[in-house]
């Protein structure tokens, strides 16, 4: 499965933006989906994740209270709504999905459970 992502850019502290990961087939069905993102030296690190159907969602701490993951199953599109960005956000933010049937309620959280990756999209926050 192909993951697009798309919305990456430049913005300023305090300000917004959205992210879009499309999948480009709908040959499967796609179950938990999820945005990560990777600081230069850092880790890759969960940003949000969202189960199928969009009934249970998961963030990562940094992010609660500041990000919404949301989804669009009929477009095969999941969403990530970015508001208060810091500097600290700024990174690269790759989506992943997984159409292993774990359930409509589960969301997986670690990177490596996902065969499916977009692109990078990059997210740069200026003080």
């Known amino acids: 499965v192909q993951l697009q992502a798309s919305g990456g850019g430049w913005v300023q502290a305090g300000g917004s933006l959205r992210l879009s990961c499309k999948a480009l087939?709908?040959?499967?069905?796609?179950?938990?989906m999820a945005w990560f993102r990777q600081a230069p030296g850092m880790e890759r690190e969960l940003v949000a994740a969202?189960?199928?159907?969009?009934?249970?969602?998961d963030y990562g701490d940094s992010v609660k209270g500041r990000f919404t993951i949301s989804r669009e199953d009929a477009k095969n599109t999941d969403y990530l709504q970015m508001s208060s960005l810091k500097p600290e956000d700024t990174a690269v933010y790759y989506c992943a999905a997984d159409s292993t049937n774990y359930g409509p309620r589960t969301v997986v959280t670690t990177a490596m459970q996902y065969p499916y990756w977009g692109r990078g999209t990059q997210v740069t926050v200026s003080s």
């Open positions: 087939e709908d040959t499967l069905p796609l179950y938990s």
């Open positions: 969202i189960s199928r159907f969009g009934g249970t969602t």
